[in-house]
């Protein structure tokens, strides 16, 4: 079975405090993909990084980096220097074998000023 | 750039009406979704369509069908609504050519039956 966690509903922080948002992931297949969404409050729900399960390199732009760990089926997404801009849902998004994507139930992040 | 519109924000009905929501894409993508989206429950596929009047169920399928008679255009039908299908609908697209191509949402359709 396929499955995504995101165990953090919510989280809250202060303007330019770094935050980690956890994504664990279940598949049997060797070949597949990851996904992070961002879910703004205007609703569209936009692309942020894709991983193929090949790839282990960590990926940064910007404030943004990617932590993948095959070892403990984790994708991690750190923003540094946190903004109000960033308050968002977060999603990720496993893919493998069919045009389906799994996706987790989201984290809430909640950047204070 | 990608786009992808929903023909409603916004949309209220009552109980046993017929209700469509439309969905167009201007990107010439194969592959077209329509998910549900509720509180906890995250992105739930309802019904994908990976070229014209070719359409597979996802794991909700119920109480819901689908249309593709256009490339461009994938339309989500409520056969009789139901209050249990108030929720936030998303309609994506994405390429082919490789099945795990990032898709591409519209900004949804939140739909509230009474």
């Known amino acids: 079975a396929q499955k995504v966690t995101q165990a953090q509903t919510e989280i809250s922080v202060v303007e330019k405090e770094d935050v980690t948002l956890d994504c664990v992931y279940e598949t049997r297949d060797t070949t597949y993909y990851l996904f992070w969404y961002k879910q703004p409050p205007s609703g569209e729900l936009v692309f942020l990084i894709r991983?193929?399960?090949?790839?282990?390199q960590n990926e940064i732009s910007g404030r943004y980096s990617w932590n993948f760990q095959k070892s403990t089926s984790s994708f991690n997404f750190t923003i540094t220097a946190s903004q109000v801009v960033d308050s968002a849902v977060y999603f990720c998004?496993?893919?493998?074998?069919?045009?389906?994507?799994?996706f987790g139930t989201g984290t809430r992040l909640k950047v204070l000023a | 750039d990608v786009k992808v519109t929903q023909s409603s924000r916004y949309l209220v009905k009552r109980t046993g009406e017929k209700v469509f929501l439309e969905c167009v894409q201007d990107?010439?993508?194969?592959?077209m979704f329509w998910y549900r989206q509720d509180p906890g429950l995250g992105l739930r596929l309802i019904y994908f369509s990976y070229d014209v009047k070719m359409k597979e169920k996802g794991d909700i399928p119920e109480g819901y069908s689908v249309s593709r008679e256009k490339k461009e255009r994938f339309s989500l039908i409520l056969e009789s609504a139901s209050t249990n299908q108030t929720s936030m609908y998303l309609c994506?697209?994405?390429?082919?050519?490789?099945?795990?191509?990032?898709?591409?949402f519209g900004d949804g359709t939140r739909l509230s039956i009474l």
């Open positions: 994506a697209s994405s390429l082919v050519t490789d099945s795990h191509q990032p898709q591409h």
């Open positions: 990107m010439d993508h194969e592959n």
């Open positions: 998004a496993l893919s493998s074998g069919t045009y389906k994507y799994i």
């Open positions: 991983r193929n399960s090949f790839d282990e």
